[in-house]
């Protein structure tokens, strides 16, 4: 993957880009359960929104990681405005390379639609590192689009192949695997599914979770996001590239409707579970 529609949307400070954008986020962060002074990664960190979220909510000290470095650039600068250069370390990662940190160095791990799209290769090497990274019983959560049951295989790989071609990345794995064959990966790779709901049946908990008194500083972080958003819309080149994916994304409306968005939770155990006795 190319990720050529990533690229262009870093530069138009996006965030929160999952399925349920923002409310996601805020599931998933209920489900980290964190604690003070823990460790904390998140994996394909994009532009920083939800590294910063978490810092200013809990005291925990936090690694971000991506691939892209113009997405690297926007989260540091975010990172920056809010203070939070001393909790929050972010760094370039590699592609299929494992990851730079020792084993058993992180309390918490998480990321968001990025385990979904890999390919099986990549999917199982980035479980892998999850695990070893991972303190024993540490938690990872991820929200994930995956493929619904009974698609056709050949029309998730025309779907594949097509958002390959468009926007650089997959719109969900490149494999037909479903909610069965992601738990038995996770099985396989040492963590115990503790649940795995459909983001949509999940009760909203915006303005529920604790929120620690740094309004100015997340006023900072809004602020950024607008501002990258305006320059985007006065820059040319930027508007070309906004017209084009406009017209890809419309043709691609009905992609969505072939898969569903779930929110995993896991621990780093060896126990063996019963995969349908899961939700």
């Known amino acids: 993957m190319n990720y050529q529609y990533l690229r262009y949307l870093a530069r138009t400070g996006i965030t929160y880009l999952h399925p349920h954008r923002r409310?996601?986020?805020?599931?998933?962060?209920?489900?980290?359960?964190l604690r003070p002074g823990e460790q904390v990664l998140e994996i394909g960190c994009g532009s920083g929104a939800t590294l910063v979220e978490i810092a200013?909510?809990?005291?925990?000290?936090?690694?971000?990681?991506?691939l892209l470095e113009e997405m690297l650039a926007v989260a540091r600068r975010r990172v920056r405005l809010c203070g939070l250069t001393g909790r929050i370390q972010l760094q370039q990662g590699r592609e299929n390379i494992p990851l730079p940190f020792a084993d058993a160095s992180f309390d918490k791990v998480y990321c968001e639609s990025v385990l979904g799209i890999q390919d099986a290769a990549s999917a199982q090497l980035?479980?892998?590192?999850?695990?070893?990274?991972?303190k024993p019983g540490g938690r990872f959560v991820t929200n994930e689009a995956i493929w619904k049951t009974g698609i056709p295989e050949d029309r998730i790989a025309t779907i594949n192949r097509a958002g390959l071609s468009n926007f650089g990345l997959r719109q969900?794995?490149?494999?037909?695997?479903?909610?069965?064959?992601?738990?038995?990966?996770?099985?396989?790779?040492?963590?115990?599914?503790?649940?795995?709901?459909l983001l949509a049946d999940l009760p909203r908990t915006s303005g529920t979770l604790p929120v620690r008194p740094q309004p100015g500083k997340r006023w900072r972080s809004e602020a950024l996001t607008r501002m990258l958003q305006l320059k985007?819309?006065?820059?040319?080149?930027?508007?070309?590239?906004?017209?084009?994916?406009?017209?890809?994304?419309?043709?691609?409306?009905?992609?969505?409707q072939f898969v569903e968005a779930r929110l995993f939770t896991l621990l780093k155990t060896r126990k063996v579970f019963d995969e349908a006795a899961l939700p």
């Open 126 to 134: 980035m479980l892998g590192e999850i695990y070893r990274v991972l």
């Open 172 to 197: 969900a794995s490149e494999e037909p695997w479903t909610l069965p064959n992601w738990l038995a990966l996770f099985r396989t790779h040492g963590f115990t599914a503790i649940a795995c709901p």
């Open 232 to 256: 985007s819309l006065l820059h040319p080149g930027l508007l070309r590239e906004r017209r084009r994916y406009r017209q890809l994304l419309h043709q691609h409306r009905g992609d969505g």
């Open 56 to 66: 200013l909510r809990y005291p925990v000290q936090l690694r971000g990681i991506d």
């Open 23 to 33: 409310e996601a986020t805020e599931l998933l962060i209920a489900q980290l359960d």
